[in-house]
């Protein structure tokens, strides 16, 4: 066995940040930019909610105030970083929530990966080694890993199915060719998920 068999799936979430990323790329307008805007917006989110909001930043009452009130402008990294990543999150539903659904009952799911691929097969002569591959992933699977995303499976939960997505997709072509291989993938250097 080679080293590059014995390593486990990656833990640095890069499925779950495709997808993330993917959903973003949705998007039919662009998420408020300055933090009193951000602010305001989720405050929509939290019906109002200045308690609530600021629990979810990790700051006070008062500061969700002046930001919103327009008396700060420009927070601190750490703050900063929570501001998008809570708009992001929260931004267009309907329009993250369609494309979902398409991806799960007609559209599927285009993937770009670069990564170490080894495999499993009789008589395969083809050696694991790194590969980029850009491939559709049918609307099942793709169904099977947005219901496991939503589920709050983890990047390891995730990593084989998108792995056998790949292997069903790209090597075996929907079971005309190479019956039985399995292929799993490595060293993920690059990952890259759209609706």
Do not use: N
């Not at 890069?14 to 408020?32: C, D, G, I, N």
């Not at 989720?42 to 019906?47: E, H, M, N």
Request: with cysteine; glycine share 6%; hydrophobic share 35%.
């Amino acid at each position: 066995m080679s080293d590059h068999e014995e390593q486990p799936a990656p833990r640095g979430g890069k499925v779950l940040e495709a997808l993330t990323q993917a959903e973003r790329k949705v998007f039919t307008r662009p998420a408020p930019k300055s933090a009193k805007a951000q602010m305001k917006f989720l405050l929509t989110r939290t019906k109002g909610s200045t308690k609530a909001l600021a629990e979810r930043l990790g700051v006070s009452r008062r500061t969700v105030q002046r930001y919103r009130a327009g008396q700060l402008k420009k927070p601190q990294k750490r703050l900063q970083e929570a501001l998008v990543e809570e708009t992001a999150t929260a931004w267009q539903p309907q329009v993250r929530a369609q494309a979902r659904e398409r991806a799960a009952t007609s559209g599927g799911m285009h993937v770009e990966v670069y990564a170490y691929f080894g495999f499993e097969c009789t008589g395969s002569s083809d050696d694991g080694r790194e590969r980029f591959i850009s491939t559709a992933i049918s609307p099942a699977y793709a169904a099977e890993i947005l219901q496991m995303q939503e589920a709050g499976a983890t990047e390891e939960d995730l990593h084989p199915v998108v792995a056998e997505a790949i292997t069903e997709a790209y090597f075996t072509e929907w079971g005309s060719r190479a019956q039985g291989l399995r292929a799993d993938f490595t060293h993920v250097i690059s990952l890259e998920i759209e609706f």
